[in-house]
């Protein structure tokens, strides 16, 4: 699947806290290759986002049908995003966006619970016939009189907003644009590649194989705090492209509190805390094992143990803290209950993450950027004796399993060419890889082109 589609951050403009009323600086606005308008009704603009990849070998003692390759390999994978809305009120906008996927990813995506490029798309063979990917109406529902100017971004038109409100949006969008972000870490278009430093890798978040869902999201904005909740639709089965539309056996239920307090006089933070509950035609992972030891299955095989209406549930903190001297840290803890199959995103049930970024203008070059990140992903008991067994997951199979936690280290540079153009180098350490012990370390360098239009 195509992990999360998250929104370039724009040149790594420092954009004010929410609901705080503080407008971007001049200095710190997107850098894009084309001028929009500050108070337009209308909103066209794209993005593209090219990534090469290669590892070399590297040592495996087996590998299975879901292993990442053994032997050394490369690809390339492009996304291109066409962003449009019209602003119909000064408190309704309407938001449609058209994007295409393109290339591949090395193993074509398999083989790491914490893959390497956010961007691949799993299924390759949904071609790169442009899709819609957002489609969507958003309200806002006044709760004050007081208005604050707010940045204008593919997602949010309006340029001013009550203080405090309420936000309504229904239709298609990736729950990744509202939930769990982060502005140090939540970009594969300008910073970190990995899946699981760009997200929680234990939110096993409602998505189809592109990363898309249908839904409804109410969020309440004050100077200090939001919350948000969203009801959407899961996927009729893991990893699919279809969705199921009966509410009364397949949804997702998503939570979230953030609350702007900083650590440091002077300085922005931001904690999240996240819940979420997952209705589905899941899987057992004891289940599979049970049928496969009593001969019932020749291979573990959670496909033919799924049962509607299973629940899969989970929680998780993302927190990130603004320091002196263009410093900025942040991290994430996620967990969920690892009995019913991973079914949305990737094969983690527990991940802790911690890392950082600096800006370039203490080298006098404000548009790039530096960060560096770590990751620990586990699973569950009953999903490591799964894999043991020879089962396989979406994501994972290697035919065995000597269990060690995934343990991944990311570092980027980002170089501003030109306007809305970049270009970073990225290497990816993963030790581990499918929580095998039998199999890696892997180094996976990268190099990335972007460009906001």
Do not use: C
């Not at 390497?116 to 957002?134: E, H, S």
């Not at 702007?260 to 904690?271: A, D, I, N, V, Y």
């Amino acid at each position: 699947m195509l992990a999360a589609v998250t929104l370039s951050l724009s040149a790594f403009a420092q954009e004010p806290k929410k609901g705080s009323g503080e407008a971007p600086a001049a200095q710190d606005r997107p850098v894009t290759v084309f001028r929009h308008p500050a108070k337009s009704r209308f909103w066209i603009s794209g993005q593209i986002n090219i990534i090469f990849q290669a590892h070399p070998s590297f040592q495996a003692q087996y590998s299975g049908a879901n292993s990442l390759h053994a032997r050394g390999e490369n690809a390339t994978s492009r996304l291109v995003t066409l962003y449009t809305g019209v602003q119909l009120t000064h408190t309704t906008e309407a938001l449609f966006d058209v994007e295409s996927t393109g290339g591949r990813g090395i193993s074509d995506g398999l083989g790491v619970a914490g893959f390497t490029n956010l961007d691949v798309v799993r299924n390759a063979g949904l071609g790169a016939t442009p899709y819609i990917a957002r489609v969507m109406l958003r309200q806002v529902i006044p709760l004050s009189k007081e208005r604050i100017e707010a940045g204008r971004d593919p997602l949010h038109l309006l340029p001013e907003l009550p203080r405090r409100r309420l936000e309504l949006r229904v239709g298609k969008f990736s729950m990744a644009d509202f939930f769990d972000v982060n502005s140090i870490g939540s970009d594969s278009h300008l910073q970190f590649l990995n899946w699981t430093v760009d997200n929680n890798g234990g939110y096993d978040y409602a998505a189809d194989t592109r990363g898309y869902t249908w839904g409804m999201m109410l969020e309440y904005d004050e100077g200090a705090w939001s919350a948000r909740f969203a009801e959407s639709l899961m996927p009729k089965v893991a990893n699919g492209i279809d969705l199921d539309w009966d509410l009364r056996r397949a949804r997702a239920e998503n939570v979230e509190l953030e609350v702007r307090k900083s650590l440091l006089h002077g300085r922005q933070g931001t904690w999240r805390f996240l819940s979420y509950v997952n209705h589905a035609n899941m899987g057992s992972y004891r289940e599979a094992v049970d049928a496969f030891l009593a001969g019932m299955d020749p291979v573990p095989n959670i496909g033919a143990h799924r049962r509607q209406r299973r629940v899969k549930y989970g929680f998780g903190l993302n927190a990130e803290q603004q320091l002196p001297k263009s410093f900025r840290l942040f991290g994430r803890f996620g967990w969920n209950e690892g009995k019913n199959e991973s079914f949305a995103y990737t094969e983690v049930n527990q991940a802790f993450e911690f890392g950082g970024d600096v800006a370039g203008e203490r080298w006098k070059r404000r548009h790039d950027r530096l960060g560096v990140a770590f990751v620990t992903n586990g699973i569950s008991r009953d999903h490591q004796r799964y894999l043991a067994l020879g089962g396989s997951g979406f994501q994972l199979g290697d035919g065995k399993l000597n269990y060690g936690r995934e343990n991944i280290v990311e570092v980027y540079y980002t170089l501003h060419l030109w306007r809305g153009a970049f270009a970073s180098f990225d290497l990816q350490h993963v030790n581990n890889p499918g929580y095998n012990r039998d199999r890696g370390p892997v180094i996976v360098p990268a190099l990335r082109l972007h460009i906001d239009l």
